[in-house]
């Protein structure tokens, strides 16, 4: 688990690490790369059917605002708006199917403009980060619980997006 937050971390920070303070406005997110949260969401959810195992449809409703692209400088917590709408599930003990069906379609995602992340903390070859040029992120990340099970997790996500 605490290589996901790590990871989170990791995949959050160049979207928003260049605005240390307050951060990205509403109105600098919409004079730069004009994305809303509603056309963001869309394509996370997108890029989510797309790396899944299983076909599947997300609704749009049920991705989250995630992150703010703000940073409070008095409490280092980050708030919004802007927003990196986010959409992930975890799989417990999946079969080895399930998770080289899941790699294959992170690589795939590669014929649609990302390219795979070097330097990802952890050294399982099933976590895996992929970026297109606007800042989508798309990956997955095995880890294990205290009790020896295995959770596998797809995460899809947007840049900073404007409400």
């Avoid at 919004?80 to 899941?102: C, F, L, M």
């Avoid at 649609?112 to 070097?118: D, I, M, P, S, T």
């Amino acid at each position: 688990m605490r290589k996901l937050v790590v990871l989170c971390a990791v995949l959050a920070m160049p979207a928003c690490s260049a605005f240390v303070g307050d951060g990205p406005s509403n109105d600098t997110i919409k004079n730069s790369s004009g994305l809303m949260v509603t056309e963001a969401s869309q394509i996370v959810a997108d890029n989510f059917e797309l790396i899944s195992p299983t076909a599947r449809t997300v609704d749009v409703s049920s991705v989250k605002l995630g992150n703010g692209c703000r940073t409070d400088p008095h409490t280092l917590k980050s708030y919004g708006p802007p927003w990196t709408p986010s959409y992930q599930e975890v799989e417990r003990n999946p079969p080895q199917e399930y998770i080289d069906k899941a790699l294959a379609n992170l690589e795939a995602m590669t014929a649609r403009g990302f390219a795979r992340q070097e330097g990802i903390p952890g050294d399982d070859p099933a976590s895996r980060v992929y970026r297109d040029a606007r800042g989508f992120a798309v990956y997955s990340i095995r880890d294990k619980t205290v009790l020896g099970e295995v959770d596998f997790t797809l995460f899809s996500s947007s840049p900073c997006a404007t409400a």
